[in-house]
């Protein structure tokens, strides 16, 4: 079993695809400060994609790199995990890392066979993929972190949490003032989110 430093785990259940309620986009229009883009997101994308590589043999992009904006909309797919986030005083909020079923299964698929040696065929998000896929998320916020100790953008964290549906997630909007989006491509799984929502 993997090493979690999780401490908190909300309700963990999943409905099957024709009983999941068709998620609508929730969107906050605002404009996106370049020090929030180059100084915290940039970061956060690049390790995303190194880790990607380094604990699942995945190959991710994203649109960020090539200085396309954000996008201000966010929609709660089927897994995500949620960090609370303040730097140094100035910016407060919500990191997500949004997943939909089969991307979040095959990655975390992917990263439990690198981490363990074996071939993992996992067909559902059971908890060993939701364990494999925290420890991903805590692995690319402690590498993202680094970037910014010593700086004027001296991120703290707070517990990550699972949420597995809309109405478990239904906070995550509330006191929100900004919503910027970050896809991640990877070639041959899909597509997940990785989202700063601002205070």
Do not use: W
């Given at each position: 079993m993997l090493a979690l430093k999780l401490a908190i785990l909300l309700p963990m259940f999943s409905l099957p695809k024709t009983q999941r309620s068709v998620m609508e986009f929730m969107e906050i229009q605002g404009v996106l400060p370049d020090n929030i883009r180059n100084k915290i997101l940039l970061p956060f994308v690049d390790e995303t994609i190194a880790t990607l590589h380094t604990m699942a043999d995945l190959e991710g992009k994203?649109?960020?790199?090539s200085y396309r904006d954000p996008l201000d909309v966010f929609v709660f797919k089927?897994?995500?995990?949620c960090i609370a986030a303040k730097t140094a005083g100035r910016f407060?909020?919500?990191i997500i890392m949004n997943y939909d079923v089969e991307t979040a299964v095959a990655i975390g698929n992917r990263?439990?066979?690198?981490m363990?040696?074996?071939v993992e065929e996992s067909t559902v998000l059971n908890n060993d993929v939701r364990e494999a896929l925290a420890e991903f998320s805590n692995t690319v916020i402690g590498l993202a972190t680094r970037h910014f100790n010593g700086t004027e953008y001296k991120t703290t964290f707070?517990?990550?949490?699972?949420?597995?549906n809309k109405e478990d997630g239904e906070f995550l909007l509330e006191g929100i003032k900004q919503i910027l989006?970050?896809?991640?491509?990877i070639a041959g799984v899909g597509r997940f989110y990785f989202s700063y929502l601002l205070n």
């Amino acid at each position: 079993m993997l090493a979690l430093k999780l401490a908190i785990l909300l309700p963990m259940f999943s409905l099957p695809k024709t009983q999941r309620s068709v998620m609508e986009f929730m969107e906050i229009q605002g404009v996106l400060p370049d020090n929030i883009r180059n100084k915290i997101l940039l970061p956060f994308v690049d390790e995303t994609i190194a880790t990607l590589h380094t604990m699942a043999d995945l190959e991710g992009k994203s649109d960020l790199l090539s200085y396309r904006d954000p996008l201000d909309v966010f929609v709660f797919k089927d897994f995500a995990v949620c960090i609370a986030a303040k730097t140094a005083g100035r910016f407060s909020g919500k990191i997500i890392m949004n997943y939909d079923v089969e991307t979040a299964v095959a990655i975390g698929n992917r990263v439990r066979a690198k981490m363990l040696g074996t071939v993992e065929e996992s067909t559902v998000l059971n908890n060993d993929v939701r364990e494999a896929l925290a420890e991903f998320s805590n692995t690319v916020i402690g590498l993202a972190t680094r970037h910014f100790n010593g700086t004027e953008y001296k991120t703290t964290f707070g517990t990550p949490l699972y949420l597995l549906n809309k109405e478990d997630g239904e906070f995550l909007l509330e006191g929100i003032k900004q919503i910027l989006t970050v896809p991640i491509d990877i070639a041959g799984v899909g597509r997940f989110y990785f989202s700063y929502l601002l205070n």
